[in-house]
C-alpha cells in the first residue's frame, strides 16, 4: 500500500537534522512542526509589519489589527463558527481553565455534575477540579469501551439532570479514538447539560463544524495545527459567550473603568485582556488557512493509511502491545514487552525517530490501561511511509539490544 503525501518535505526546516537529513518525527500529538508559510507570515509580523493592535492611530497599527482580525476570522472559520464567538487564548489549557473559571464559576451549584471521560487530558480534568471547592460541583468519569472509546452507552445511563456540563476529548491524545461527538452532543442536550469538546487532537485530524456538531464550547491549541506555541482558542456559542463574566481584567477588555464601576468590552474581547500574543495568532491564522487548503478530509485519510500500515507492522512483533482502536486518528500506543518506553525512546532517538514516552498528561487512562507509560508514534500531515518503515526498524534494533 502507498501513502501519497499532501506536502512537501521541503517546506518544513523542522523535519531536517542537524546534518540535513530526514528526521523521523513520530511526536505531532505533542506538538507540530511549522510549514515554511508560517514561518514567514511570523517573520514579517515580527519585522517589517510589527506593531501593536487595537489602540494604535497610525496606519502600522491599524493594519496589524486588520491582520489580527483576520487571523480570528480564519481559525473561526476552519472550525464552522463565526469570529465574534472565537477567542484568543494561549492555548487549548486556557481555553479549558476560561471555560471552568467563567462560565463554571458563574453557573455551577452544590449538587450539579460534570461528566469527564477515563480518557480526558489532565488539562480536562484539573481545570474542574480547581472550581470543586469554589462551586461544589461533583465530577464523574465515563468509562472506555474495550478497545479504548469513551463509552458513549455507559454515558447514556450516567447523565442525569444533575449533570450541567460534559466535557469530553473529541479526539484521544493518547489512543487516537475518536468521539462519537454528534451523539454525545445529543446526550448532554438531552438532560439539559452543556458540551465542551476538547478538540486539539481533532482541528488537525478531522473536519470540525461547531455550528453542525451543535456543540457549546470547543477548545484547540496553534501549535497542533501547524501553528506557533503561545496561542489558542476557545469557540463558544454566541449566546452563551455573551452571558459570560470576564475572568481576567486590564487592557482591552474594558468598556469603560472608573474606581467606582467598570463596564467590560463585548466578547470576544472581554476575554482577550493585555496586549495579545499579535505574532503567533497571525501564525495560526495562517496554519488554520493551510490545513483547509490540504483539506482534513484529506489529512484524515492520509493520517489514517500511516495508522493502518504502523497498526499492521507492529501487530506483526508478538511482543508488542497495541492500545486503542483500529481507526484511531493519526495516534498509535503501543507497549514492547520487556523494555520501558522511555529506553526504546532513547534508542529509537539514536535511529533519527522522535517518539514520545510517558504518561502524556493521562495519568488516569495509563492506570486504566494498567501501564505507567506508553511509546507513542503520532502522525501529521508531513508523515509518510518512511516514518513507518524507520519505526519498525528502530523497534526490531531495540528487540535485539534487549534480547
Ligand atoms: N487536550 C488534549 C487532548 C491534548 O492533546 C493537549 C496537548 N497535549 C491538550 C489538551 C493541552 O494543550 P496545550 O498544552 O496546547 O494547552
Redesign the pocket.
Known amino acids: 500500500m502507498t501513502v501519497e503525501t499532501l506536502t512537501r518535505v521541503e517546506d518544513w526546516p523542522g523535519l531536517r537534522n542537524a546534518d540535513g537529513g530526514r528526521w523521523h518525527y513520530l511526536d505531532t500529538?505533542?506538538t507540530a512542526q511549522k510549514p515554511q508559510v508560517v514561518i514567514d507570515a511570523m517573520t514579517r509580523a515580527i519585522g517589517a509589519d510589527y506593531a501593536t493592535v487595537h489602540r494604535g492611530v497610525y496606519t502600522r497599527s491599524a493594519e496589524m489589527t486588520l491582520g489580527y482580525e483576520a487571523a480570528r476570522r480564519r481559525v473561526a472559520a476552519l472550525v464552522g463558527g463565526e469570529d465574534s464567538e472565537l477567542v484568543f487564548t494561549r492555548?487549548?489549557?486556557?481555553a479549558i481553565n476560561l471555560v471552568a473559571q467563567s462560565w463554571g464559576v458563574a453557573n455551577l451549584k452544590p449538587g450539579d455534575r460534570v461528566l469527564l471521560s477515563q480518557l480526558e487530558?489532565h488539562?480536562?480534568i484539573v481545570p474542574w477540579q480547581l472550581i470543586q471547592d469554589r462551586t461544589g460541583l461533583a465530577i464523574d468519569v465515563c468509562p472506555l469501551t474495550a478497545d479504548g472509546r469513551i463509552d458513549l452507552d455507559a454515558a447514556e445511563r450516567m447523565l442525569t439532570p444533575a449533570h450541567k456540563l460534559v466535557a469530553l476529548?473529541h479526539?484521544?491524545?493518547v489512543l487516537g479514538s475518536v468521539l462519537d461527538a454528534p451523539r454525545a452532543v445529543a446526550l448532554a442536550h438531552g438532560v439539559g447539560a452543556k458540551i465542551l469538546l476538547?478538540g486539539?487532537?481533532a482541528v488537525a485530524r478531522l473536519p470540525v463544524d461547531v455550528k453542525a456538531l451543535g456543540c457549546d464550547f470547543y477548545a484547540f491549541?496553534g501549535?497542533?495545527l501547524y501553528g506557533p506555541t503561545g496561542i489558542?482558542a476557545l469557540w463558544a456559542r454566541a449566546e452563551i459567550l455573551d452571558a459570560m463574566p470576564p475572568w481576567q481584567g486590564g487592557g482591552s477588555m474594558i468598556d469603560r473603568v472608573t474606581f467606582e464601576k467598570t463596564t467590560w468590552a463585548p466578547a470576544p474581547q472581554r476575554f482577550e485582556a493585555g496586549t495579545p500574543a499579535i505574532v503567533e495568532a497571525i501564525g495560526f491564522g495562517v496554519a488554520a488557512d493551510f490545513v483547509k487548503d490540504k483539506g482534513l478530509a484529506a489529512i484524515h485519510a492520509h493520517e489514517s493509511g500511516l495508522v493502518r500500515l504502523a497498526r499492521e507492522a507492529l501487530g506483526r512483533i508478538n511482543t508488542v502491545r497495541l492500545f486503542g482502536p483500529e481507526d484511531s486518528a493519526g495516534i498509535v500506543s503501543f507497549a514492547l514487552e520487556g523494555v520501558h518506553p522511555h529506553d526504546l525512546g532513547t534508542i529509537l532517538d539514536e535511529e533519527n525517530v522522535a517518539i514520545r514516552a510517558g504518561h502524556h498528561?493521562a495519568q488516569p487512562l495509563m492506570e486504566h490501561l494498567g501501564v505507567p507509560a506508553t511509546a507513542r508514534a503520532s502522525f501529521g500531515i508531513y508523515s509518510d511511509e518512511s516514518d513507518v518503515a524507520a519505526l519498525v526498524r528502530g523497534i526490531e534494533r531495540t528487540m535485539r539490544i534487549f534480547a
Open positions: 500529538a505533542a492555548g487549548a489549557t486556557e487530558h488539562s480536562n476529548a479526539v484521544s491524545n476538547d486539539c487532537q491549541s501549535h497542533k489558542g498528561c
